[in-house]
């Protein structure tokens, strides 16, 4: 099925303009041959008049007729132009140039001019033939003939001139069928470009500076993309609720465990596991939040981040322990920075977490994507472990305090975003995660810079 309009007015412009240049191509070339052959045929009736004067001038002697003619092919013999009269009574006369053979008569020979193709000596002819009736000489019918080569050498150049020109024609439509589809489309393509500004929050799309035939489509935009923001944060404010009101009770068992835990009790299964219900709940307001977000308008700057991030990890490092960070320069991120920052979080605690003493953020372009690294010396993982380590629920070691789930948690979130989240070794000795983030948001506008 055609969906393009580009496509669709191109070639339907085409097969209307094919259509109508073959019609008038063919409906031209019938009058130039019309024309051609009346042209034709006046030669004719020129040199049938003057042999006729002739005749009556001279009387039946040939060489007396070819002197008043006067016309040299006439005397050279299948030339291609021949006289011939043929008296009521008598033999024909005839232009030397029949030499030893003669016209055709046509039947119907009558006091008017007509025209017939006949065979000639050598081809083709196309003759002017009539019955003379003088007052003091007896009937006799006058044909002049001449060759068609002419005549088709004529129309083969007029046919030639007409296939050139309507060449010319079509191309030259073919281009004016681009220019105007272009023109006519380019207030969409304009429309297109401003529906992404709008996205973004930059401005708002003014109906009155698209043609009358789009305003209308402009004005539905408006509405559907104003409900649409709507829709998204009225989502996000319920998600924020919902966040509140479940930490609020999950934040009176956690006092109550501690109470217990105080007071002797062996309440650590039951804290781990108010622990791995607070992070679900934390993993699943996480993906109601990135769901909601307008990705299009989402932009971080990738090195504001990771510095106010890596001030915060630091402080949970030993003593001489290393976090450091390489950014490069005016790199963003098509991503919310508060979904970005618990998504580089969680690869930070991770790392802290498990590292001996060194971790190391690292942050490049690299193509359309910003490729986001965070490697630490720690033990690591083997490989056929990463894909557990990223599975929701795939705690891996339960000697270290945590839910286990920051991995998952990263992962769905930048996958949201269109983004991917991987395990690799370090070359630190650890574990590598590499996020790899799109720098183009929804509409194709770079994050960069």
């Known amino acids: 099925m055609m969906r393009s309009l580009r496509r669709r007015a191109i070639l339907s412009g085409l097969a209307l303009a094919t259509a109508s240049m073959g019609l008038g191509g063919v409906t031209l070339f019938v009058f130039l041959n019309t024309i051609a052959l009346k042209r034709f045929d006046d030669a004719i009736a020129d040199r049938h008049l003057q042999v006729v004067v002739a005749s009556l001038t001279a009387g039946p002697d040939p060489a007396a007729i070819a002197r008043e003619v006067a016309i040299p092919a006439y005397d050279r013999a299948y030339s291609g132009s021949y006289w011939q009269i043929v008296p009521a009574k008598g033999p024909a006369v005839t232009s030397r140039s029949l030499f030893d053979t003669l016209l055709p008569v046509p039947p119907d020979v009558g006091p008017e001019l007509a025209f017939a193709e006949v065979e000639g000596p050598d081809g083709p002819l196309r003759i002017g033939y009539s019955r003379i009736n003088a007052e003091e000489a007896d009937p006799q019918v006058v044909i002049v003939g001449e060759t068609t080569e002419g005549l088709v050498a004529e129309r083969r150049q007029v046919r030639n001139g007409l296939a050139a020109a309507f060449g010319l024609v079509a191309a030259l439509g073919l281009?004016?069928?681009?220019?105007?589809?272009?023109?006519?489309?380019?207030?969409l393509s304009a429309l297109r470009r401003d529906i992404t500004r709008r996205w973004q929050g930059e401005e708002t799309l003014d109906p009155k500076a698209y043609p009358s035939e789009v305003a209308p489509l402009v004005e539905d935009i408006n509405l559907l993309i104003q409900r649409n923001r709507d829709l998204l944060d009225?989502?996000?404010?319920?998600g924020a609720d919902l966040a509140h009101a479940l930490r609020t009770p999950s934040a009176i068992l956690r006092n109550e465990l501690d109470s217990f835990l105080e007071a002797g009790v062996d309440a650590h299964r039951a804290v781990e596991a108010l622990d791995r219900i607070d992070a679900q709940i934390l993993r699943s307001l996480a993906r109601i939040r990135?769901?909601?977000?307008?990705?299009?308008?989402?932009?971080?700057?990738?090195?504001?981040?990771?510095d106010r991030l890596a001030r915060l990890f630091r402080s949970m490092l030993g003593e001489g322990a290393i976090l450091s960070v390489q950014v490069e320069k005016g790199l963003r991120v098509a991503m919310d920075t508060q979904d970005f920052e618990e998504a580089l979080g969680n690869l930070l605690d991770n790392a802290t977490k498990w590292s001996r003493?060194?971790?190391?953020?690292?942050?490049?372009?690299?193509?359309?994507?910003?490729?986001?690294t965070?490697?630490?010396?720690?033990?690591?993982?083997?490989?056929?472990a990463h894909a557990e380590a990223l599975r929701a629920g795939g705690r891996l070691d339960l000697s270290a305090k945590g839910?286990?789930?920051?991995?998952?948690?990263?992962?769905?979130?930048?996958?949201?975003y269109g983004g991917s989240l991987a395990l690799g070794s370090s070359g630190l000795g650890g574990l590598c995660a590499v996020l790899r983030l799109p720098m183009r948001g929804a509409h194709g506008l770079s994050a960069k810079g």
């Not at 281009?175 to 207030?187: E, G, I, K």
């Not at 009225?234 to 319920?238: G, K």
């Not at 965070?374 to 056929?384: A, C, F, H, K, R």
């Open 175 to 187: 281009v004016s069928a681009l220019l105007q589809t272009s023109t006519v489309l380019r207030p």
């Open 234 to 238: 009225r989502n996000r404010r319920q």
């Open 290 to 306: 990135a769901a909601n977000v307008s990705v299009g308008s989402a932009r971080t700057d990738v090195r504001q981040s990771a």
């Open 357 to 372: 003493g060194q971790v190391k953020l690292s942050a490049a372009a690299d193509g359309d994507e910003a490729v986001v």
């Open 374 to 384: 965070v490697e630490d010396d720690g033990p690591g993982l083997p490989e056929n």
């Open 403 to 416: 839910s286990g789930l920051g991995l998952p948690i990263a992962r769905d979130l930048v996958e949201v």
